[in-house]
């Protein structure tokens, strides 16, 4: 009696709602019905194929988007689709896409990360969460500030730049050093550094007529 009241309800068809939210369901197709191959409950031939899927009691039909990601997926030939596994998911389709509301449900299968789509397959692809609603981000760890160096290895890095400095033959190859050097010089003695480009910029200086 349960499967019997179950098919009175739910159908043989599967609906966006049974499947969970934002997640990938992966399903192994088994058999693919041809267009027109089969009946709704009112008697009416069903314009689209059917695919069933291994070990599952519902079908999906086959609409426009899903066909266009299996044929670059594997090929338009059905026959090529029996035995592969695919990703189906519950997607909610923007304003312009889902009949001019926004958050009209529907099934997706999605291709694998790099498979060439359609653009007009990819139009249609929707959103795995609903629109209007704001992913919670993980709030980002507190940056931890590096340690102050010792006032002894400051004055040994200082010296070491005097020397760099000092070596120093072009008004070009200061610029450079001012540009992707000082930079890097901790606050406190950056200013000191400066200077120091600064006399060695004046020694190179050509003199003045």
């Excluded at 695919?86 to 997706?108: C, E, K, M, P, S």
């Excluded at 940056?143 to 200082?158: D, Y």
């Excluded at 400066?194 to 006399?199: D, F, N, V």
Aim: proline share 10%.
């Amino acid at each position: 009696m349960t499967t019997k009241f179950e098919d009175r309800y739910e159908g043989h068809f599967l609906d966006a709602l049974d499947l969970p939210e934002g997640k990938l369901v992966p399903v192994t197709i088994e058999h693919v019905a041809e267009p027109f191959s089969e009946k709704d409950t009112a008697g009416k031939p069903i314009k689209s194929a059917i695919i069933a899927f291994k070990g599952k009691h519902k079908r999906l039909v086959l609409n426009t988007t899903n066909f266009k990601n299996l044929k670059a997926m594997f090929s338009r030939d059905p026959k090529d689709w029996i035995g592969k596994t695919v990703n189906i998911q519950r997607r909610y389709l923007d304003a312009a896409h889902g009949f001019g509301q926004n958050n009209t449900l529907a099934i997706r299968i999605v291709p694998p990360v790099g498979t060439p789509i359609l653009k007009s397959a990819a139009n249609f692809m929707g959103s795995p969460t609903p629109y209007g609603t704001v992913p919670t981000k993980p709030k980002a760890a507190p940056r931890s500030e590096p340690a102050p160096e010792p006032s002894a290895q400051l004055s040994a890095k200082v010296e070491e730049w005097r020397t760099g400095i000092a070596a120093l033959t072009s008004m070009e190859s200061c610029a450079e050093f001012r540009r992707d050097i000082l930079p890097g010089c901790p606050a406190d003695i950056a200013e000191e550094v400066a200077k120091i480009i600064s006399q060695r910029e004046t020694e190179l200086r050509p003199p003045t007529v």
